[in-house]
């Protein structure tokens, strides 16, 4: 009698079922092969796509390739201690990150581990780094809006709580900048914010930690760092762990975030470098075909969900670094198509002393005047347009033409205008003097000043303001619209204190600044 192969590997299988009943068995496979982040490991046949895997020497791993022969994994940690021949076992979950409000203020790695020396973090609770984003029925429009505290931002891109808008240009444009003073701005407004630095050199996360903490804005934000020295898995999933501590504010607490992913650019260069290792086939500019599919479903996450299940936000501020402003190259269209909208920050504006470098003729927010207050909607209506058209104008003067006095005036009050628009960093202004100050340009009352006196004026009116008429920027951000008798309160005060400025009796704020701190030391 003829026994087949079939038979004896059926009863040898139940033989072994039945001893691995009675023994505690764990899933390992051997690591055959090890190099810059990634390990091919033989065996494990149970593994799932993105479980966290366990290595010999302690570090954890993510199922990336499944393969007939073996898995393809990029390691989460130390690699080169990990050598071949050295067990991997399965852990049955997927990468997952400590969240809560034991998080806020601390500084931590693409694990959330803590990395700012200062000790444990008291949190018990997880959430998975990849997880799906809600569908269009449990999505309410955008309507809320996020001050930046940036004027040129507030009043002709504005941002809604839910929205994603990229912030894109060259390097030193001052893309972080705009991110930050954003952060800054969310003081006060019950706004957890996670600031997600990704691919920057120690010293530059180091130095935006310490300005955060200045301004206090530490207290209700997040760092998760993977610098440029940490190995490339580890920028890959940054951002990925960012948006989940954020989430756990959204869906849990009902809360509005923040999440800044600084910058993508790196994170598709380290999923691209991660790829090729693992011989994935290369696409345009060598990266892989699904690379759409790496910030497609990071931004989706990004909503602002139904009140009946919270009505919580996320709002994404990713930013994309080109080329030689190079906004067509496969990164930037990609995350271009994404997105609600672009700041777009261009080198000529920002070496012309214009910051934010913001062209206006490019940048855009697809959510419109509906994230703006009424107040700021009533004011800057036309001023994009308007900005643009100067623009225009600004090229054809350089030819030497002659030009009438409607055009001259369009020149003198466009030049103030950004003038105005102009911004110090890490300086974020409340809405309420954003609205007085657009008000203040578009009314033509910079019109007769010279350009140099511009921020002088502006500084001393806001100053003016807020200790002799406080109850105009007071019914401003209370009724949140340019009501007629606070318009016409305010252009009263407006006339009022031009005449005493071109009369040089308006009192100076450095002075008055000076004076109190004296007086506090005394």
Same mark, same amino acid.
């Given at each position: ?11 040898? !299988? ?52 499944? %393969? ?52 444990? @973090? ?41 929205? &994603? ?5 060259? $390097? ?11 952060? @800054? ?26 300005? +955060? ?33 954020? %989430? ?6 009902? !809360? ?15 999923? $691209? ?23 497609? $479903? ?29 906004v067509s190259a496969y990164i930037p269209t990609n995350v271009i198509s994404i997105t609600d909208g672009q700041i777009y920050l261009v080198p000529d504006l920002f070496f012309a002393g214009v910051r934010p470098a913001i062209d206006v003729g490019i940048s855009v927010? &697809? ?15 036309? +001023? ?68 140099? !006196? ?8 806001l100053f003016y303001m807020e200790h002799t008429h406080s109850e105009i920027p007071k019914a401003i951000i209370e009724e949140g619209k340019l009501s007629d008798e606070t318009r016409k309160k305010l252009k009263s005060v407006l006339d009022d204190f031009k005449e ?14 000076? !004076? ?7």
């Amino acid at each position: 009698m003829k026994i087949r192969s079939e038979e004896i590997a059926s009863v040898i !299988k139940k033989e072994i079922e039945e001893f691995r009943s009675e023994l505690a068995v764990e899933d390992l496979g051997t690591v055959i092969e090890v190099s810059d982040g990634i390990a091919r490991i033989y065996g494990l046949r149970q593994a799932m796509a993105g479980e966290m895997l366990e290595f010999q020497n302690g570090s954890f791993g993510l199922a990336f390739n499944l %393969e007939e022969a073996s898995i393809g994994a990029v390691i989460l940690g130390e690699y080169t201690d990990l050598k071949e021949g050295d067990w991997a076992k399965r852990t049955k979950q997927v990468v997952s990150v400590p969240v809560g409000p034991a998080m806020i203020g601390r500084v931590v790695n693409a694990l959330g581990h803590p990395i700012d020396g200062k000790g444990p @973090i008291a949190t018990d609770k997880t959430r998975p780094v990849e997880s799906d984003a809600p569908g269009i029925a449990g999505r309410q429009p955008v309507e809320t809006p996020l001050q930046t505290g940036l004027k040129s931002v507030d009043s002709m891109i504005p941002i809604g709580r839910g929205q &994603r808008e990229l912030i894109i240009g060259d $390097r030193g444009t001052g893309k972080t900048a705009i991110a930050i003073d954003t952060i @800054i701005n969310q003081k006060g407004q019950d706004v957890i914010c996670v600031y997600g630095a990704i691919g920057q050199k120690s010293s530059t996360i180091a130095a935006v930690v310490d300005r +955060l903490r200045e301004t206090g804005a530490m207290d209700y934000t997040i760092v998760v760092a993977a610098s440029a020295s940490d190995p490339a898995p580890m920028q890959y999933i940054a951002p990925y762990s960012g948006c989940a501590m954020a %989430e756990h504010f959204m869906y849990e607490d009902g !809360k509005d975030t923040l999440c800044v992913y600084d910058d993508l650019t790196k994170q598709a260069q380290a999923y $691209r470098q991660l790829s090729l290792l693992l011989r994935r086939p290369p696409g345009r500019e060598a990266y892989p075909g699904d690379v759409f599919y790496l910030h497609s $479903r990071l931004l989706e996450r990004s909503a602002r969900i139904l009140d009946a299940d919270g009505g919580g936000s996320l709002t994404a501020l990713p930013i994309i670094e080109t080329q030689e402003g190079e906004v067509s190259a496969y990164i930037p269209t990609n995350v271009i198509s994404i997105t609600d909208g672009q700041i777009y920050l261009v080198p000529d504006l920002f070496f012309a002393g214009v910051r934010p470098a913001i062209d206006v003729g490019i940048s855009v927010s &697809r959510v419109g005047g509906k994230a703006q207050i009424p107040a700021m909607k009533s004011i800057a209506g036309g +001023l994009r347009l308007d900005l643009a058209a100067f623009r225009e104008l600004e090229a054809f003067a350089q030819l030497g033409t002659d030009l009438d006095k409607a055009t001259m005036a369009k020149l003198e009050r466009g030049r103030r205008m950004v003038e105005l628009l102009k911004q110090k960093q890490y300086s974020p202004m409340p809405v309420q003097h954003q609205v007085i100050m657009i008000y203040t340009g578009t009314q033509g009352y910079l019109d007769d000043l010279p350009l140099a !006196k511009v921020a002088d004026f502006e500084e001393r009116l806001l100053f003016y303001m807020e200790h002799t008429h406080s109850e105009i920027p007071k019914a401003i951000i209370e009724e949140g619209k340019l009501s007629d008798e606070t318009r016409k309160k305010l252009k009263s005060v407006l006339d009022d204190f031009k005449e005493h400025y071109l009369a040089g009796k308006t009192p100076d704020p450095r002075a008055e600044k000076n !004076k109190v701190e004296s007086e506090e030391k005394s």
